[in-house]
Structure formats: C-alpha cells, structure tokens
C-alpha cells in the first residue's frame, strides 16, 4: 500500500469496477444467480479436481469459468453477477479444498490494478494484465506518492517524455510496498508541465524489471522496511502500456483510489478485536500492574474502540442492503486515534516491559502482524496510522467539504501552471 | 444486531417531525420556557392520542401501540432534535417500561396518553444502583424524600420505589394526593423539569415486592439509560447540522467561516462523533428490543458515548456560533443545557464504565 500520499475519494461504492456495471448487472443478474453460479462452481471442480490439478493451472481455470471475482466482466474472471454471489463460489471451493489465489500477497494488484485496467485498459490491456494478476503469478505496486507529493498527489514531479513509441520517465517514487516483488506497477506521471496539476497527468503500466528502474528499501522508525524508494532514470515505457488518455491521469487515479475504499471495506470484527484486546488480555492477567488512572483511561479507550467497531458494523450493514453511507470515512480517522491511544497505554501498562523492544534488524516483511511484535513496535507503527492512505488531517478536510458540504479553501494551486508552482 | 432504520421507523421519525416543526419550533420553546406553562401539553397530547406514539413500548392488549424499544428510540431522536418540552423520558420510558415490568395494568393509561406518570428515583439514577432507600411504606402509606425527579409536575401518577415489610417493593403513587408534595425546582434544562417529591404518608398501591420490584426498577432504568442515547443523539445531530448551515452563511474575513480548516476540522470530528453516536444508540435500542444477553453492557457502551457526543456537539455548537451562540435569543443554549444535563441523567459515563468494569471483566486496581 502507498503509505504517504492524498486521498481525495471518499464515497463508499459497491458498484463492480467493470464500467458497464450499472445495466449489465441488472440484465445479467436476472440470469445468474446463486445455484447458478453454485452449477458452474461445481462443473469447474469436476473438470478440474483440485487433487489432481496443478495450483495454477487450477487457479487459471478458475479464472476463465469466470469464477475469479464474479463481479467483473464476462471474459476477464468474471461473470457479470451481482458481488455478493462470490460468497457461494468461494464457500464452494473452500469446502472441495480447492488453491486460493492467496490475495494478501498481491492486495495492489487485486485491489487498484484489476479495477483500474477494467475501467479504463484497452482490450489488449485486459486480456494481458488480468489473468496473471489475478492468479498471483504477477505481482502488482502503485507508484503514486513522491517526496514532493503526498497529500498533494497532483503535484507529483515524475516526467513522463514521449519518445517515438515509448515515453521515458524520470523521477523518484516513495512508500511503494512490494515494490521489490512486483513485475508490474501502476505508475502516475507529468507528461505537460505548462498545465494546472491536474491536467498534466497521464497514467501507465510499469515494467518494474525494465533498465533505469531501481528499488531500494525504505527503513521506518520500527527497524523495517515495509516499503520502498524507487528511482526511475530513463525508464522506458512502451505508448501501448498507457491507461486512459494522455492527461487523463489524475481521473484514473481516482478511479484506483476509490476501489482501493471499497477493497479496504472489511468484515465484521468481535468485541475486543485488535489492540484493545490484548491490553485487556494484560490487564486481567497481570493485577500489579493496575492503577486507578490507567483503569480509568482503560475503560474510556474500551468504549471507544467499542464504539468505533459498532459504526463500522453499521456502515457495513448499509452497504449490505445497498445503502452505503458516508459513515465509512469515520472509521479510518477513528481508527488511527484509537490505535495510538491503545498502543500507548499498553506500553505504559506493562511498566518495565514496556522499555524493551523486540527486534530492531531491518527486515522487509510481505505481511506484518503487530499482535506478534512487542508493544513498543505497535506503539511506533500505530503513528503511521494517521499519514498512511491519506492523514487524518486531509481526511478531516474530506468530511467537511464531500459529506458536510462546507465550501472549500480559496486555492490558487489548481489554476496556475504546474511548472509555475512554489516547491 | 441490526443498526439501521426500517421504513416503519422512517415514517415515524417523518410524522414526529412534521408535528414538532409545525408546533414547537426551537424559537416556541424558548418562548414557552419562561411561562407558567413550560411543559408543551398541547404537543403532548397530539403525540399521544394522533401520532399514537406515547405507548410504542406497550403491547397492543394492554393498550399500547406493539412496537418496541427501537421505535421508540426514533421517537426520541426527534424529542432530542427539537429539544421538546413534553414529558416522554418519565412517561412513555421511564414509567411505562417499570409498570410493563411489574405487568401492572394501569400502562394502559399512559400508553393512550390520557395519563401521564413518572418513576420516583433522581433522574441522575444509573441502572447499577442499589435499590433506593429513602421512602418507606407502611399498609400502603408512604413516606420519604425524593429529589430530582424528571417530569413530576405534570404527572398524574408516580412509581416509587420503596422499602416496605416486605423488602423492596414499587408503589403507584396519584398526583395530586393526600400527603403527596411536588416541590418544583428552578432546573439547569429548561425544556425538562425536575421537581422534588415529598411523601408524607401518602397513599400508594403495590405493585411488585421483593425480587421483581428490583427487577422491573432496573428494567426501567436500563431502558431509559439505553433510549436516553437515541434522545442524546437527536440533541447532537441538530447541534451538528444548525452549526455547519451557521458557518456556511457567516462571512469574517471575506469567506464563509466554514471554508477555515480550523473550522472545519471541528465539525469533521462532531460529525464522525455523531455518527460513532448513532450507530451506539442503535445497538442499545436494538439490544432492548431483542432482549440480547448483553443488554446491560451496550447500554452502558452507548451511555458513556452518547453522553459525552451531545455535550461535545453542544459545546462545539456554542463556539463556533460565536457572539450569537451566547446570547437568549439563540436556542443553541437550549441544546446546551439539555446536552449536560442529560449527560447525568440515568448514569454519566463515568458509572456507565464502572458499570462496565464489571460487566466485561475489567477490574479496578
């Protein structure tokens, strides 16, 4: 995930990412339904026994019954079907043992790339990307976020310079996670300095193996490294790997950003989820280390957190029943102050043992788990959770201006060419 | 847990409405709130005997309208948005839900409307108390004190808890009586009163001893403690939506104050506390509505949030109104009053915790 940059979509959307969603499902979805979908689960499971099938040549089988993500288009994965009918796919294949295609390892590629190549990919474009973006066989990343620009993504200074058939890129992307693992990233770049910010963008697809590209690791202030620098130095990128227009850039990215909200949208959580969980889990077990103000700040951040798990509940009933509303975008600012809050008080709590930390070797972790590290790793890592995918003080902005409707800030960055910016 | 709005609630949230926007418009509370008559009792009729709204906690047989805790909730929301100054926390909550507890029929009579009751206990009561010790019952004749009583001076009828031979009982108390004294006090809210009752052997009927006496007080302050949310809530959302439209119109500087980030990121976080609020309130109607095994514990989240998410809206409503927000002639401190007060009504988050404490198994030090 790109830690540091802008966030400017907010609005929760069910919508499928495949463009024609609107009458396509509607037309379809009285077709397809769950003892269809159900039907053609199985007929893949007879044609290709997941005892006997290769993982991936399972996983592109999957892929081409359209049982990928249901949701999408009739011949990229999917089947035009209303999203809710994946549930009766996946619970299908769980139950026969069949491969995942083990999304956590490529959350880029399945959660902004598969939409964003939908909407906008040529039919070349789908039928290259897709596949092997589903399956897990290619690896995706975003560049987007720079030094210069993070909430401000549209200030990105990356040149994109067409040269006969490719355009040469210069420039120095951050906080790119799996950047080191991918084969593909998805890349915003200038490509017409002499125009406001937003005009100037155009976005494309990435070789990340291409000469000029360089990764390096981008260690944090817990030891690892989660993400990564990238530095492109007259990296080529073939005209037919752009999506969308030229200058169209910043709408795409748009279009990337919001299925990223909707991606994000999780399941339900238990009472006691997360890091208040294991501070109680400590509070119960070790009795002299309880005071009465650390009971009273306890108790206050239980609610809290209580209460934030039951918004999200609601929000996430309403997008169930095709409701969504705005109460999402509380989570993200609850979240973040919560997390730090909590992970303070458990370093607090735990006295002497909250002087220690576990590990300060710089790894470069696919997946962390904080529940694993020791509180002064969540303590420090939670600061992240209030800059990453937008701070909290632009998503406070957000609210104030897309759901309250309060005018916004005079500007004069969007009228003025980029060039003639102050950086 | 279901914490959204059905249509049944939609609609009655449209009818409530409608009625308080047309009668009691915040400039006619402020009006009221200094006369003689500081309880609107024409509006609480029209609630009862039109809208049929007074008795949503009642079932049909006993004359009630059969619908529940979440209905009532939606009820209270508007309440709470219009700041109304009718008697429904004492009546149509308070002394409905202990009088369904003990199954006593005279919740048929403030389920029409055509009776209007209270629960004799301090509005600031959590549902954890210990019973009340302060009245005691002798073959029927009670006497004792209670203080701050919420919508005494209008009610025909008070349930008091009291200690009798028995142990624990619940008595049913008529106003006016026989050595029955309200004593009304000079109250912080105005659009809800609270007036001292002073028994001197006055006549009461029994109705529930011993365990279910503890039973149904409890019963009747849980419900009211859970519900006070939805009530908190209303309070806030038109802190909330009074405030945004206030500083899109106000102009300092040459722009509308709300186009500040100072300004907006205030009411960025009143409205995700507000949205965090609502989404409490609905976990607590819907827990009394089902009857859940954690009952006690999600009113007691929603108490402590919901509380203290009307006062910060409130509080924030004042500020950011600036000179207008402090002068007579605005209602915002009418919302203000409401908004503390209500945060001691029936529990502040204080003791909603320490109720909690125990309920989740949180021990103190």
Redesign the interface.
Known sequence: MDACRGQEPLENSDKPPCGGGGTGLWLCGAMIDADEVRRRTRDLLRACPPADTDRLEFLRARFDAGLAWVHYPVGLGGLDAPRALQAVVDAELDAAGAPSNRPRLNIIGLGMAGPTITNVGTPEQQQRFLRPLWTGEEIWCQLFSEPGAGSDLAALATRAVRDGDDWVVDGQKVWTSLAHEAQWALLVARTDPDVPKHAGLTYFVLDMHAPGVEVRPLRQLTGEAEFNEVFLTGARIPDANRLGAIGDGWRVSMTTLMNERVAIGGAATPR?FGMIGIV?RT??DR?EL???G???E???L???V???R??S??AR??LA?GAPGP?GS?GK??FARLNQAVSGLDVQLLAEDGLRYDDWTMRRPVETDPAGRSPGYRYLRAKGNSIEGGTS?I???V???R????????RTDTVVAWRDLPR | ????YGEVEDDLRAGVRKLLASRCDPAAVLARAETDEPYDLGVWRTLGTELGVVGLLVPEDLGGAGAGPRETAVVLEELGRAVAPVPFLGSAVLATSALLACEDEAVATLADGTCTGTLGVPLTTPPAAPFPAGVHARRGALSGRVGSVVDLEVADLVVVPAHDGDGPALYVVELPGTGVTVEPVIPLDLTRRIADLVLDGAAGRRVAGGELAVAALRAALTAGAGLLASEQLGVAQWCLDTT?EY??TRYQFG??I????A???R???V??TV??????A??AADALATGADDTALVVA?AG??ASDAAVLAAEECIQLHGGIGMTWEHPAHLYLARAKTSQLALGT??R???A??DL??????
């Open positions: 006691e109680a509070w119960r009795p309880r005071t009465p650390l009971h009273g306890l108790l206050r239980w609610v809290e209580e209460a934030a039951l918004t509940e609601r009933q309403q029943v109460e509380a600012l609850s003080e998503l406070r902005g609210i104030a201006e759901v309250l409707g309060l005018p916004p800030e005079p | 847990m279901n914490l959204l945004v500083t899109k722009r509308p709300g186009s500040f980030q300004v907006k990121h009411l960025a976080d409205w995700a949205s965090t609020a609502r989404a409490v609905r976990a989240v402590a949030y988050p204080d909603h915790r320490t909690l404490a989740v198994d949180l021990p103190p030090a």
